[in-house]
């Protein structure tokens, strides 16, 4: 039996900057979600939703967070 812990353990936080009020958070990286990511969060300082669209180096696992308004 082989048991990885690697999907347990590669979690992150990066920064964003909030699409509708701004503001600069963070938000929790599954890095084992992929390489590319995109999904909806609420903002933590308006509550406002927003579109992260999130990229992962590969090598240096550098995480990249580009988010947009949701009506
Ligand atoms: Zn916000």
């Given at each position: 039996m082989f048991l990885s812990v690697l999907s347990a353990t590669m979690q992150s936080t990066a920064e964003y900057t909030c699409a509708v009020c701004g503001e600069t958070s963070t938000t929790f990286i599954?890095?084992?979600?992929?390489l590319t990511q995109t999904y909806i969060e609420d903002c933590q300082v308006c509550c406002r939703p927003n579109q992260f669209y999130v990229t992962i180096d590969d090598v240096s696992l550098d995480i990249e967070i580009a988010t947009d308004y949701l009506e």
């Open positions: 599954d890095l084992s979600a992929g």
